[in-house]
């Protein structure tokens, strides 16, 4: 594969994303990246954090995409993705200190939501700590004009996805022992959500 692909959304949030992993992921070491995607935040997380191994995963139909921007930036301490359906056995074994997905939660159906937590307690340590990036609403209610024309769109494409409930994700959170220890606010009406263990 010659051709990167190319994600604008990945390429205009990671700045703002990165400023809450430099302080949340400080004293962590090794993460595991849930829906990897194109691999861009992958290699650009990898390179401004050189004290994390960055271990990408995905569906195999997006590997190729991830290993072409690995392979270009060539960095030691970011790692070719695991084959990783969230609904399913197997998840990687505990041994991850921390976690970070981005724009997945409103893709996934929600009972793949609730698998992915569930995979997330069997893969992460005791004092982990879980960053999540994308649109929520909050008590029911869209918290903008965007994010319901977007959670419209994303029903009319396909009726199991859509913008979650801020509250039922931090009560999964909650269930494997995870609290939350962050919400920043991030450009164009996104959160970046933050969890610790322990």
């Given at each position: ?7 604008p959304a990945a390429e ?187």
């Amino acid at each position: 594969m010659t051709d990167k692909p190319f994600s604008p959304a990945a390429e205009r949030n990671r700045e703002p994303i990165l400023a809450v992993l430099r302080e949340h992921f400080a004293a962590r070491r090794r993460v595991l990246e849930i829906g990897s995607g194109t691999g861009q935040h992958a290699v650009h997380f990898a390179a401004a954090l050189p004290h994390l191994q960055w271990q990408t995963s995905d569906l195999p139909a997006n590997h190729a995409g991830i290993r072409a921007w690995l392979e270009a930036a060539a960095l030691p301490n970011a790692l070719p993705p695991l084959a990783l359906d969230v609904r399913m056995a197997p998840w990687p074994a505990r041994g991850f200190d921390a976690a970070f997905s981005a724009n997945t939660l409103h893709i996934l159906g929600w009972a793949e939501v609730e698998a992915m937590f569930r995979g997330l307690d069997a893969a992460l340590d005791a004092d982990a700590v879980l960053a999540i990036y994308g649109p929520f609403k909050r008590g029911g209610l869209h918290t903008s004009d965007s994010n319901a024309a977007f959670d419209a769109a994303l029903r009319a494409q396909a009726a199991h996805m859509g913008v979650r409930d801020l509250e039922a994700v931090d009560a999964l959170a909650a269930g494997i022992g995870l609290r939350r220890v962050a919400e920043v606010a991030m450009p164009a009406n996104n959160l970046c959500l933050v969890w610790r263990r322990g």
